[in-house]
Every structure is written in structure tokens, then in C-alpha cells.
């Protein structure tokens, strides 16, 4: 059974910096590309950030790139989001999620997601 369990989550102030984890189990974690979501209260789910299997490609939205990195440790099963000069607007539930390497770079959906991890920038 697939789990990914996210942490790091907390309150920060605008133009802080959070990083936010993401362990696997269940899975290779080799084989999987590994993305970042997020939820703003009343909004839809958002793609962030994904990286590939291998960690030798990423992919951002336009509205984190250069502020956010996504990384990875196939050796512990766990992804990383360094999130710098953080915006009120950013607040909200980020969830990690995971779909096999089958779906090729970037894929179109994610077949696992973990449970998230509340993120708030006070202003």
C-alpha cells in the first residue's frame, strides 16, 4: 500500500522560507516521478512542482520558478520542497503525489496522493 506523508508545513511570514518533505513507503520511489500540489481555501488544486525518477528533470509553474525547489533523496524515499520569499496568496494545503515512470516526464496525472500539510504566510 502506497503512503506518502508530508511535513514541514506551518505559519511563516511573508518573504519567509518553509521546506516541506514528502516520505514514500509502498512504492520504489526510484521509478516514481514525485510532484507538489497545492489548495488554496475555495480554490482548485494547483500544480507546483514535479521531478522526474531520476531526479535529472524538473518542471515548475511560472509562479514559483526561481523562489521554489524541488528535490529528491531516492535513498530515503523522500522529496523536498524548499519554498522561499513566500506570499500570503501561497497559503494553503500542499500535498505530495507520486505516479510511476510509466506516464514518462511531466505526466498528465498522479495515481497516489498524500493526506497534505498546511502551509499560512501571514502578511
Known amino acids: 500500500q502506497v503512503q506518502l506523508v508530508e511535513s514541514g508545513g506551518g505559519l511563516v511570514q511573508a518573504g519567509g522560507s518553509l521546506r516541506l518533505s514528502c516520505a514514500a513507503s509502498g512504492l520504489t520511489f526510484s521509478r516514481y516521478t514525485m510532484g507538489w500540489f497545492r489548495q488554496a481555501p475555495g480554490k482548485d488544486r494547483e500544480f507546483v512542482a514535479a521531478?522526474?525518477?531520476?531526479?535529472?528533470?524538473?518542471l515548475y509553474s511560472d509562479f514559483v520558478k526561481g523562489r521554489f525547489t524541488i528535490s529528491r533523496d531516492n535513498a530515503k524515499d523522500t522529496v523536498y520542497l524548499q519554498m522561499n520569499s513566500l506570499k500570503p496568496e501561497e497559503s494553503g494545503v500542499y500535498y505530495c503525489a507520486a505516479v510511476h515512470r510509466l506516464n514518462g516526464f511531466p505526466p498528465s496525472d498522479y495515481g497516489h496522493w498524500g493526506r497534505g500539510t498546511q502551509v499560512t504566510v501571514s502578511s
Open positions: 521531478i522526474r525518477w531520476d531526479g535529472d528533470n524538473t
